[in-house]
């Protein structure tokens, strides 16, 4: 059974414009929540993560905001840019053995 | 370039063939991960190697066989694969099996199993 719940699927988002993916999860033992970023032909790689104990992280125009009690977590990607057209990943685990969501394809129209 | 080279990028296979997938970390690592890769699925662990021991196998069929002789080169071998393996197959490393280690993650062996 999928762990980790994320959507939407795919969105398209103008340039300067916001793009939210969202996360949930059922496992409250999830202690870590990182996101990852794939461009094509490219492996994953890691963008920002957090631990259940802060509500939000910010990292230059990337945000998470995490929710420990409605079990979800989302990434806010602020003032997007055509080089942020990738397929993020949302992650949990409890240990190094990360259970991923299916990802989000972000399209940024210029 | 990536710390984490994968070759060969692109595997054709017959469903008899035996194939090897070779992966190579340079950036000092002690674990090394294979994930599979399907389109709109979730990524999938398959093993974790620990300095150079088995530390997980995610239930994989006895028809994909890891190898890891030292810490900077971990295989994956291929006999008898059904049309269904045909995926992105990743290798990571991270520099231990902590809670929050960072994935370095290779650009993938794209296989197709015909």
Same mark, same amino acid.
């Given at each position: 059974?999928?762990?980790?719940?994320?959507?939407?699927?795919?969105?398209?988002?103008?340039?300067?414009?916001?793009?939210?993916?969202?996360?949930?999860?059922?496992?409250?033992?999830?202690?870590?929540?990182?996101?990852?970023?794939?461009?094509?032909?490219?492996?994953?790689?890691?963008?920002?993560?957090?631990?259940?104990?802060?509500?939000?992280?910010?990292?230059?125009?990337?945000?998470?905001?995490?929710?420990?009690?409605?079990?979800?977590?989302?990434?806010?990607?602020?003032?997007?840019?055509?080089?942020?057209?990738?397929?993020?990943?949302?992650?949990?685990?409890?240990?190094?053995?990360?259970?991923?969501?299916?990802?989000?394809?972000?399209?940024?129209?210029? | 370039?990536?710390?984490?080279?994968?070759?060969?990028?692109?595997?054709?296979?017959?469903?008899?063939?035996?194939?090897?997938?070779? !992966?190579?970390?340079?950036?000092?690592?002690?674990?090394?991960?294979?994930?599979?890769?399907?389109?709109?699925?979730?990524?999938?662990?398959?093993?974790?190697?620990?300095?150079?021991?088995?530390?997980?196998?995610?239930?994989?069929?006895?028809?994909?066989?890891?190898? !890891?002789?030292?810490?900077?080169?971990?295989?994956?071998?291929?006999?008898?694969?059904?049309?269904?393996?045909?995926?992105?197959?990743? !290798?990571?490393?991270?520099?231990?099996?902590?809670?929050?280690?960072?994935?370095?993650?290779?650009?993938?062996?794209?296989?197709?199993?015909?």
């Amino acid at each position: 059974q999928q762990q980790v719940k994320q959507s939407p699927q795919s969105l398209i988002v103008q340039k300067g414009g916001i793009s939210i993916i969202n996360c949930a999860y059922e496992n409250t033992a999830f202690d870590y929540f990182p996101w990852y970023q794939q461009f094509p032909g490219k492996g994953p790689a890691l963008l920002i993560a957090i631990r259940p104990d802060v509500s939000e992280k910010k990292e230059g125009r990337f945000t998470i905001s995490f929710n420990k009690s409605a079990k979800q977590f989302s990434l806010h990607i602020m003032d997007s840019q055509p080089g942020d057209s990738a397929t993020y990943f949302c992650a949990a685990s409890t240990d190094y053995k990360l259970s991923f969501g299916a990802g989000t394809t972000v399209t940024v129209r210029a | 370039e990536t710390g984490v080279t994968q070759t060969p990028r692109h595997l054709v296979m017959g469903m008899t063939n035996k194939k090897s997938l070779k !992966c190579e970390q340079h950036l000092g690592h002690n674990a090394m991960y294979w994930y599979k890769q399907s389109a709109k699925k979730p990524l999938e662990l398959m093993f974790v190697y620990n300095f150079k021991e088995q530390t997980e196998n995610n239930s994989v069929p006895s028809r994909f066989s890891p190898e !890891c002789p030292n810490s900077s080169h971990l295989f994956l071998h291929l006999h008898t694969l059904q049309p269904e393996d045909s995926a992105l197959y990743l !290798c990571a490393s991270s520099q231990n099996t902590g809670l929050d280690e960072k994935l370095f993650f290779g650009s993938g062996t794209q296989l197709s199993v015909l």
